[in-house]
């Protein structure tokens, strides 16, 4: 059985790095018609199989405690897409050499980076009427990644998201 002492800790670390979530949506739209969801079928999420589930598992969760159901013939479909990406290493060391003398001067000058390239993860959720054929809510968030982590931080980091992500629907 998980020890609840590691798995708070994993939240713990998992929480340090900063989820950035940005979202949109139709301004017309009666959020309050939509009670039921399901996924598209032919869903290409660009996650493995076993973080899909995470995701899925933990979107499912989520959407039971607002009061949402999943059903063969829902009110909305959920779309999920994911792109992982490096970002460039801002911290660098300059490095100089310079001289001069008799009205004559030179130098060279070059930056080490320190550290890793940070790997970030994008995750795009949709929120699609089906029956408009429209799409009326979108989060879209960033944050990083660890491709090597446990399974137990994979899955306390997409918790993280998918609360994050969820925290502002229905919009207000």
């Not at 713990?12 to 996924?39: E, G, M, W």
């Not at 660890?146 to 998918?162: D, F, H, M, S, W």
Request: charge should be negative; hydrophobic fraction near 35%; proline fraction near 5%.
């Amino acid at each position: 059985m998980k020890s609840p002492v590691f798995f708070i800790l994993a939240i713990l670390i998992v929480s340090c790095a900063p989820i950035r979530v940005t979202y949109d949506y139709d301004l017309q739209t009666d959020f309050s018609h939509y009670k039921t969801y399901n996924y598209y079928k032919d869903m290409e999420t660009g996650l493995s199989e076993l973080d899909t589930k995470r995701l899925l598992d933990e979107l499912d969760t989520s959407m039971a405690m607002r009061g949402f159901s999943l059903v063969e013939t829902p009110d909305f479909f959920i779309d999920i897409k994911s792109e992982q990406f490096q970002i460039n290493q801002q911290n660098t060391v300059g490095v100089g050499l310079g001289g001069g003398g008799r009205n004559a001067g030179g130098g060279i000058s070059i930056g080490l980076p320190i550290g890793q390239s940070n790997i970030n993860r994008q995750i795009t959720i949709d929120f699609v009427d089906e029956n408009k054929k429209q799409l009326f809510w979108q989060a879209v968030s960033e944050s990083s990644f660890n491709p090597n982590g446990t399974p137990e931080n994979r899955e306390a980091k997409l918790k993280a998201i998918v609360e994050k992500i969820l925290s502002k629907y229905p919009p207000k």
